[in-house]
T-cell receptor, first 116, second 109 residues
Framework: DGGITQSPKYLFRKEGQNVTLSCEQN?????MYWYRQDPGQGLRLIYY???????QKGDIAEGYSVSREKKESFPLTVTSAQKNPTAFYLC???????????????FGNGTRLTVT | DAKTTQPPSMDCAEGRAANLPCNHS???????VYWYRQIHSQGPQYIIH???NNETNEMASLIITEDRKSSTLILPHATLRDTAVYYC??????????FGKGTHLIIQP
């Protein structure tokens, strides 16, 4: 079955450490996205990538970094500069990203990061 | 900021139709409206999308007003498994990727 795989489901880190969240898709989608969700809140966009080797900041990019070296992979690094890293992180992909018209987003099942 | 507005919560009796409203007065003529739902601790699931015409699939129906300023998602025979947060998304470019807090739909037995 095609889909998006996020691993691990739960991740624990000590404060001050960088941590990388994995996101892999086998849907042959051009565009990929990272969102953050806090309890009782909606999803906030961190970064998105329209195509390999290209990415743009979303609404809350500070303290995060990404790379898009392969079409199927879009890892997110939560750096020690992120002040409140504990959250639920969701990765998504879509067939393409074109201004004004987008294809539906397909989401993974998320990684719950806890930093203490 | 979200480009759509939805009521924070709604109740619906099991077996009845659930009608979820969404205002999206700022979307342009060529921008789609998408609906997703999220069951607790899972990733959101795509439900349906539309541009101008009403749409129906195996999950739901989408009614879009003629002026395209609002839409209604209809779950025709709600079940307990339809309890979730429903998100309405609209807009172009990165605006169309903004998820607000959605509507928490609770199906009552």
């Amino acid at each position: 079955d095609g889909g998006i795989t996020q691993s691990p489901k739960y991740l624990f880190r000590k404060e001050g450490q960088n941590v990388t969240l994995s996101c892999e898709q086998n849907l042959n989608h051009d565009a990929m996205y990272w969102y953050r969700q806090d309890p009782g809140q909606g999803l906030r966009l961190i970064y998105y990538s329209q195509i390999v080797n290209d990415f743009q900041k979303g609404d809350i990019a500070e303290g995060y970094s990404v790379s898009r070296e392969k079409k199927e992979s879009f890892p997110l690094t939560v750096t020690s500069a992120q002040k409140n890293p504990t959250a639920f992180y969701l990765c998504a992909s879509s067939i393409r990203f074109s201004r004004g018209v987008k294809s539906p987003l397909h989401f993974g099942n998320g990684t719950r990061l806890t930093v203490t | 900021d979200a480009k759509t507005t939805q009521p924070p919560s709604m109740d619906c009796a099991e077996g009845r139709a659930a009608n979820l409203p969404c205002n999206h007065s700022t979307i342009s003529g060529n921008e789609y409206v998408y609906w997703y739902r999220q069951i607790h601790s899972q990733g959101p699931q795509y439900i349906i999308h539309g541009l101008k015409n009403n749409e129906t699939n195996e999950m739901a129906s989408l009614i879009i007003t003629e002026d395209r300023k609002s839409s209604t998602l209809i779950l025709p025979h709600a079940t307990l498994r339809d309890t979730a947060v429903y998100y309405c998304i609209g807009g172009g470019g990165a605006d169309g990727l903004t998820f607000g807090k959605g509507t928490h739909l609770i199906i009552q037995p």
